[in-house]
Each structure stands twice: as C-alpha cells, then as structure tokens.
C-alpha cells in the first residue's frame, strides 16, 4: 500500500539554524499523488504548511520549503534559519488525487531552542 | 469564513459502552468530508469520507461506523468500544476530493478504560 516515512523525532535544534525534515513517500495505488506538509503548533489544530500537486515543483510557505522529487519519491522540508515559534509537530502526507484519501508519516516533534 | 466544530473535546468511556462524536462545518456548502484517527504515538489515519448526505465511504475497518445526517454534519458512532478506539478523532473538510487542501477540526480525544 501507499505509506510515507519522515524523520524520528524529537529534532532539537538552536534558533537560526537550518532545518531538514526528511519524507519519502510510496505511492503503489496512487499515479499522480500529490504531497503535503502539514503542521500542528502547541495547543493548536493541524494546519497546511505547503502543498505541492505537480513533479519537479517547489512549494514554499512560512520560510520553509518542500520539493516535489518523483525520482527520488521524496519530498524534504527544509528551512534556513529556524525560529522558536517554529517548534511544532510536522506531519508529511501523500494525497491521492481520486479519493481524496491522505496518507500520513509519523509526524517529527520539532523544538528551537532560544 | 468556513469553521469547523467537533465535540466534545474530550471523553473518558467505559469499555462496551457506545460512543458518538459529532463534526460541523459552516460556511461552505456541500462539503466533502473525512474522519481521521491517531492512536496514542501513532499515525494518523483516514477512516471514512463522505462526498454528500447520507453517503459515507469506508476506509479503514475498526469496529466504528459513521453517519451524514445533513450538508454540514458528520457523526462517528459505535455501539461497543474497544479498548483500541483510544487515540484523537479528527474531522477535516475539502471542496473537492481531487487535488484540494483538507482542513481539519480541533479533535477530539477519547480514552477508554
């Protein structure tokens, strides 16, 4: 089946620093996926980060940008310089286009240390 | 502006009890929508979707069922919990079930004793 796998958490890292979350995704029933960074910060609901629905796109939000690689089946969340209202839980996901149906990683608890 | 609502926030159940949590949205009409499952350190899970009234697609088997009464309301049920059916229940809503952006509810956490 369709599965996505991201970094383990916990990532600590120092404000100002970058960033690489890691996603790989498979996609078996899915031709066309599209992919999703979503967000959920401290005492909050999950929100979209970014989305990307076409091959070889950038998306970018919030200094924070994710590349669609269908070669490589991944989609990395990087950023360069961190903030501490940065420290959240980030979820990758796969979308399929037909059903609708999103398949989530594990999710990675980030914290930015001041 | 669309919102969306799930209640309750959180609730404690004996297990083999019944259970129903209940999602609304406002402010968009005909609305495609899906109910979603995180166990504890688990993943979040896609359960059922519904692309209108009355209609509910299932997605993953876990002993709950779900019901769309109206437009703007999706109901998960089930007569007799399981100590498994602990975790964080998530409504979310799209426009449209193609490419479009799922936006989510609050949730709701269940634990079962």
């Known amino acids: 089946g369709d599965s996505v796998t991201q970094t383990e958490g916990p990532v600590t890292v120092s404000e100002s620093e970058s960033l690489i979350i890691n996603c790989t995704y498979s996609a078996t029933s899915i031709a066309y996926p599209n992919l999703f960074w979503y967000v959920r910060y401290p005492g909050e609901g999950l929100q979209l980060l970014l989305k990307?629905?076409?091959?070889?796109q950038k998306g970018s939000s919030r200094g924070f940008e994710a590349t669609y690689n269908k070669e490589t089946t991944s989609f990395h969340l990087q950023k360069a310089s961190v903030q501490e209202s940065d420290s959240a839980v980030y979820y990758c996901?796969?979308?399929?286009?037909?059903?609708?149906?999103?398949?989530f990683g594990d999710g990675t608890v980030l914290t930015v240390k001041p | 502006a669309q919102t969306i609502h799930q209640w309750p926030v959180a609730e404690i159940k004996a297990v083999g009890s019944p259970l129903s949590l209940g999602c609304t949205i406002k402010g968009k009409s005909s609305p495609n929508l899906y109910w979603y499952w995180q166990a504890t350190g688990g993943t979040l899970q896609q359960l059922f979707y519904?692309?209108?009234?009355?209609?509910v697609e299932s997605v993953v088997q876990l002993n709950l069922s779900a019901s769309r009464p109206k437009d703007d309301q999706f109901i998960l049920s089930t007569e007799k919990l399981l100590l498994s059916h602990s975790g964080f229940y998530l409504c979310?809503?799209?426009?449209?079930?193609?490419?479009?952006?799922?936006?989510f509810g609050p949730g709701t956490r269940l634990l079962v004793l």
């Open positions: 979310a809503w799209s426009r449209d079930r193609g490419q479009d952006t799922q936006y």
């Open positions: 519904s692309i209108t009234v009355g209609q």
């Open positions: 996901a796969l979308g399929a286009t037909n059903t609708g149906k999103l398949t």
């Open positions: 990307v629905i076409t091959a070889g």
